[in-house]
């Protein structure tokens, strides 16, 4: 059973947004019991969603605003979260430019427009105070324990929200660094034999978001897969700071789940093999009509055609064809062409299959021409626009 919970995490992790946008739904509703803040956002980021994350938890009603998986935007009915709160907790409102903006503002009138005209906040530093309190509303809603959420999926905002430009990941990463919640934490990273690697392109990514030395070296202990409790073996780190920066680098989609990558890699490999199999296809289709237009015409003397055929190939050409008859309707017997393949170590299999294919269609052409002449061209034309409409 724990298996099974396991297997149905990493696959909603890994798949569960793409999977939504083939259905009508718009809107997914769930407890923070069964998942965390970080891990709903970090969804979000990887599948790269515009989309409206609410929460309801400790008697706060937050939403997080996505554009494309970016964070942009944070409210919250939390009255201690304003604008004005957060300048007044810097020191840079006193407490009577604090309450002359409380007794300006109005249900229609943003906070920030109010102390601007006021006179207490430049225009210019709007958005840098905006950007901190909205940095405080994602680290807050990031450490709640219970609760429950709903992800409208959207394709813009409704009102006058100011889009922000934000270090998303960086954000998550900081957020989940200050959970001092050892239940939360563990939830994070999952079960201790969890395989984690590095995530593709992290390397890169590590120096735009000015890593810390905790975070650079458990980073640095993933060149090769690692498993939860391996690192906590390796790490110079208390076990709850190594878990902790686990499941930071986690939010931050610089590590990944191993077994999760190689399904995407595997999946991959299967969608190539389908195109290969079509491109085949395609051809056979265009080989069985032309061996059908020559067997009309000469009948059983077809074979003797087919070896002309071959003749025309080039030395290059003939070891992918290598264990293959063409005397099926001249059709290209797809397993053993791609183990010849394999068998060369070409990396580009497809511009290799095509390579093949295309000097086999121009032998069969050539040696029409030779037999018939001119009196084939229009329905070999015809069948070439097979390739061409393709």
């Not at 998986?69 to 009577?96: C, H, K, P, Y």
């Not at 680098?249 to 190689?262: P, S, T, V």
């Not at 059908?292 to 003797?304: A, E, K, P, S």
Request: charged share 25%; glycine share 6%; hydrophobic share 40%.
């Amino acid at each position: 059973m724990q298996q099974a919970r396991e297997r149905e995490r990493a696959r909603r992790d890994s798949s569960f947004f793409s999977e939504r946008s083939l259905s009508e739904d718009l809107s997914i509703q769930g407890s923070l019991s069964e998942t965390t803040v970080p891990d709903l956002c970090r969804s979000l980021l990887r599948s790269s969603e515009t989309a409206i994350l609410t929460l309801q938890a400790e008697g706060r009603h937050d939403s997080i605003y996505f554009r494309e998986g970016r964070i942009v935007f944070a409210s919250t009915s939390d009255a201690d979260t304003g604008v004005a709160e957060v300048l007044l907790m810097s020191g840079e409102l006193n407490l009577q430019q604090y309450n002359d903006a409380i007794d300006n503002s109005s249900g229609s009138k943003r906070m920030g427009a109010v102390l601007c005209e006021l006179g207490y906040l430049r225009p210019e530093h709007l958005m840098r105070a905006v950007e901190r309190q909205v940095t405080n509303i994602v680290m807050q809603s990031l450490t709640y324990r219970s609760g429950d959420y709903t992800i409208e999926f959207t394709s813009g905002f409704a009102g006058d929200i100011l889009e922000l430009s934000l270090s998303s990941e960086r954000l998550l990463m900081d957020g989940v660094g200050r959970i001092e919640n050892w239940s939360l934490i563990a939830r994070g990273i999952g079960k201790m034999g969890r395989l984690l690697r590095q995530a593709e392109g992290a390397d890169a990514r590590m120096y735009q978001f000015d890593v810390s030395e905790e975070e650079s070296h458990i980073y640095s202990l993933m060149g090769t897969a690692q498993k939860v409790e391996s690192l906590c073996e390796l790490s110079y780190l208390s076990n709850f700071s190594t878990c902790r920066t686990i499941w930071s680098l986690l939010a931050g989609n610089l590590i990944e789940e191993a077994e999760i990558q190689e399904i995407s890699e595997t999946r991959a490999a299967e969608r190539g093999e389908f195109e290969l199999v079509s491109d085949v296809e395609l051809y056979n289709t265009v080989f069985q009509k032309i061996f059908n237009l020559v067997f009309q015409r000469i009948g059983d003397h077809t074979y003797d055609f087919i070896d002309r055929v071959v003749i025309h190939l080039s030395p290059e050409t003939l070891p992918y064809l290598s264990g293959m008859s063409l005397v099926n309707e001249g059709r290209v017997d797809f397993d053993q062409l791609l183990n010849n393949l394999i068998a060369s170590g070409s990396t580009d299999k497809r511009a290799v299959i095509i390579s093949v294919l295309n000097e086999l269609l121009y032998g069969w052409l050539f040696e029409i021409r030779s037999e018939f002449g001119t009196s084939l061209e229009r329905e070999t034309s015809e069948i070439m626009a097979i390739i061409r409409k393709a």
